[in-house]
């Protein structure tokens, strides 16, 4: 289970919630945001079991230090709370436990948002790619087969929406670093650099590091996924950007209903 939990791309059921509460420097100084996200993953086999379309959806409710109104005076002084955008992807990968992975597909950008101040308010649609190195063994340092190293990239151009807003020109980039320590236990980093092409020079970039742990556990009969990190920004827009994030999640594995 912990095999199957730690590949993305695997044909494992995964019902991730995830909460990031993140320190953030604003015009008004230092505030903070949380977020609630879902991203269950939703694996299908095709091609008679031999690779899996591998489905995730995330969306969930966040509470931001921004006013609902674009208009306001004191846009950076107020809090806004409600559901964001959502992100869905499906991406086509050989069904492998592990050794070099890989999986490519489409990625959608929904605007989905409540507030318009949370959303980007517009259809937005792009590629994403997996390219990964996962480990067969552990508690080896200095053996690349107790190690899982990735990337998970995800861009996004906007083709339709309200026209009064700024163009989606957007990257998501989510990289894992983690040490096996034992079969079920990593620890590592797996934060999410995020780009706006849109904006110039340093502001386009939100570049975080990480230090975290990744278990597994059971409740009853079910085995959970859990994991906690701290990441620290070591670039972020200078105007309205985070800090520091704390992220913890826990994610039940259910059986694969097409299997």
């Known amino acids: ?9 695997s044909d494992a059921w995964l019902l991730v919630a995830q909460n990031d509460y993140t320190v953030l420097d604003t015009p008004e100084g230092t505030q903070w945001q949380n977020s609630t996200t879902l991203q269950p993953v939703m694996p299908v086999p095709i091609m008679d079991g031999e690779w899996n379309l591998v489905n995730r959806i995330v969306t969930g409710v966040v509470s931001s230090p921004i006013d609902d109104d674009f208009n306001s005076t004191d846009f950076y002084d107020e809090r806004t709370t409600g559901w964001t955008d959502t992100v869905f992807f499906s991406l086509a990968a050989p069904n492998r436990d592990d050794g070099f992975i890989w999986g490519v597909g489409p990625t959608f950008l929904l605007p989905t948002a409540s507030e318009d101040v949370l959303g980007t308010e517009k259809w937005s649609a792009g590629p994403a790619a997996l390219v990964a190195r996962l480990g067969s063994a552990h508690s080896e340092p200095g053996s690349l087969e107790s190690w899982n190293i990735g990337v998970l990239a995800q861009h996004w151009w906007d083709f339709s929406g309200e026209d009064d807003r700024a163009d989606v020109n957007r990257s998501d980039i989510q990289y894992f670093i983690n040490y096996k320590s034992s079969p079920t236990q990593l ?13 110039s020079g340093s502001d386009r970039f ?17 085995p959970v996924r859990w994991g906690v990190e701290v990441q620290y920004f070591v670039n972020q827009p200078d105007d309205f950007g985070p800090d520091w994030n704390f992220k913890v999640f826990i994610a039940p594995i259910a059986a694969n209903p097409f299997k």
């Open 187 to 199: 620890i590592g980093m797996t934060p999410n650099i995020r780009i706006d092409w849109e904006r």
């Open 1 to 9: 289970a912990a095999q199957k939990a730690n590949n993305p791309v």
């Open 206 to 222: 939100a570049i975080p590091v990480g230090l975290g742990t990744i278990g597994l556990t059971r409740w009853g009969k079910f």
